[in-house]
């Protein structure tokens, strides 16, 4: 979405959410999650904003936190321009019509004790909004907008394929008209052909409904050209965020070279010659000094080590909290020579694509 002027539908402040762990033993202090910390950023009217990162990151918790399914420890929510932080329970019950949310499991997130017509048809009877024959015309509506059958409102979950039950749940979102969805990797669990026909129906529906879509997921093929912007998060933070053709084109974080250069690309001549670093996410209980993402980051420094970096504004545009991150982006920078083991592999990847395109074998190792 291009209009920077567009209206704001929702504005998190300063947003943090922190768990008490198991403690380690009986005398232990409980240590302390720090799921989502201090993360700000506005989604517009109308647009796909996603949000993305490994597992372990903090955007389901992020996703939830902006629907208050749970409960921030700091920081504002604000949706259509309405603080919703402390919003009673009633009131914010009444509210959640306007706000939906499609959850990752089509599997979990039906109860199989009830027909889909009851599945769909509940939220309208929750909030009043219809009963009887109206909802069962309301549900058979909703079934032929997902691509499914009226008559299908009389089968349980039970006899429906991934696919086919996640469009119930996005029938069951759909059914009380709200303007905001949220798909907490609504298709991370189906098979790839199918992620694509749900990603579509998805697109079709909010072109319909004129529909706000917040999409979290850790696969950024899969947001690439559904996203009208991408905000990066690791380890409970924002690191990058950026409209989604300038973060492809030219990503500035580290951390989303990295993701970038995770992308499967069949064409060995066509991968990218970054480096994909090693090592598993941190602890949220116990996180590094400094900036959060350099015991892994191939190009940290010394202020790395030391200066935790804020979200800022680039010259090109993006929201990056990187102390170098246009020197990597550029390369112009003497600092940042790959290690030797990256150099290495660059080296590899380079004589394997010379050997397929001269139609040889793979040099050895």
């Not at 959850?103 to 009963?131: C, K, T, W």
């Amino acid at each position: 979405m291009s209009d920077r002027g567009a209206e704001t539908m929702v504005e998190a402040v300063g947003l943090t959410r922190h768990f008490k762990a198991k403690k380690p033993s009986l005398f232990a202090r409980a240590p302390l999650v720090r799921a989502v910390e201090n993360v700000s950023f506005k989604v517009r009217r109308g647009e796909t904003f996603a949000i993305v990162g490994e597992s372990g990151c903090g955007k389901s918790t992020l996703s939830r936190l902006l629907l208050r399914l749970i409960e921030p420890t700091a920081g504002t929510i604000r949706f259509e321009d309405r603080d919703i932080t402390a919003l009673p329970a009633e009131e914010m019950r009444r509210l959640r019509r306007r706000m939906q949310m499609i959850f990752q499991d089509p599997y979990a997130s039906l109860n199989p004790r009830m027909s889909v017509g009851e599945l769909i048809g509940e939220p309208l009877s929750v909030h009043g909004i219809a009963n009887g024959k109206e909802k069962a015309a309301r549900v058979a509506e909703l079934l032929a907008k997902v691509g499914l059958l009226p008559d299908h409102a009389n089968r349980y979950p039970h006899e429906f394929s991934g696919g086919q039950r996640q469009r119930i749940g996005i029938a069951r979102a759909l059914a009380c008209g709200p303007s905001l969805l949220i798909g907490d990797e609504p298709v991370s669990a189906l098979d790839v052909s199918i992620r694509a026909q749900v990603i579509n129906l998805l697109e079709d529906l909010k072109a319909e409904f004129g529909l706000t879509i917040i999409l979290v997921a850790h696969d950024l093929a899969v947001i690439r050209h559904t996203s009208d912007r991408v905000a990066v998060m690791y380890l409970g933070e924002i690191v990058e965020l950026a409209d989604a053709a300038t973060l492809f084109s030219r990503p500035l974080h580290p951390y989303t070279r990295m993701l970038m250069a995770a992308i499967p690309v069949p064409d060995p001549r066509a991968r990218s010659a970054e480096p994909i670093t090693e090592g598993d996410l941190p602890s949220p209980t116990d996180p590094p000094p400094g900036c959060l993402f350099h015991p892994r980051c191939p190009h940290a420094r010394e202020r790395c080590r030391q200066e935790h970096p804020s979200l800022r504004d680039s010259a090109s545009g993006h929201a990056v909290a990187c102390h170098f991150a246009e020197e990597i982006a550029a390369g112009q920078s003497a600092g940042l020579a790959l290690p030797p083991e990256s150099q290495n592999r660059r080296r590899r990847i380079a004589l394997f694509a010379a050997a397929q395109a001269a139609g040889g074998a793979a040099p050895s190792q």
